[in-house]
């Protein structure tokens, strides 16, 4: 599957963002996906994941209560709300696809993806 992450930018401390993962290639269904991130310097983090479903979620500590992921099968796009953003969220933004469909603990990490997006660069100014 090809993944093709967007809506990065540049947003003052407090504002929001959404970003977008186009799938194509394969049945987008069969997936679970994630969103990582990356600052520079540091190693790449875990955001947030969904189930192939849509009905369970997961969320990394200093996320959880103001990203929301969510997807839409019949766009195979996957989405990541961003609300109330800090300059701590600076980072690249990939999306990932894992295709075993384990859930779990699994998702949070970048071991259990198979495919993964360009990565969309988000920068948030105080």
């Known amino acids: 599957v090809q993944l093709q992450a967007s809506g990065g930018g540049l947003v003052q401390a407090g504002g929001s963002l959404r970003l977008s993962c186009a799938a194509s290639?394969?049945?987008?269904?069969?997936?679970?996906m994630g969103w990582f991130r990356q600052a520079p310097g540091k190693e790449r983090e875990f955001v947030a994941a969904?189930?192939?479903?849509?009905?369970?979620?997961y969320y990394a500590g200093s996320v959880k209560g103001r990203f929301t992921i969510s997807r839409d099968n019949a766009k195979n796009t996957v989405y990541l709300q961003m609300n109330t953003l800090k300059p701590e969220d600076t980072a690249v933004y990939y999306c990932?696809?894992?295709?075993?469909?384990?859930?779990?603990?699994?998702?949070?990490?970048?071991?259990?993806?198979?495919?993964w997006g360009q990565g969309t660069q988000v920068t948030v100014s105080s």
């Open positions: 969904i189930r192939w479903s849509g009905g369970v979620t």
């Open positions: 990932a696809a894992e295709e075993s469909r384990r859930g779990g603990t699994w998702l949070r990490t970048t071991d259990a993806y198979d495919y």
């Open positions: 290639g394969r049945t987008f269904s069969n997936f679970d």
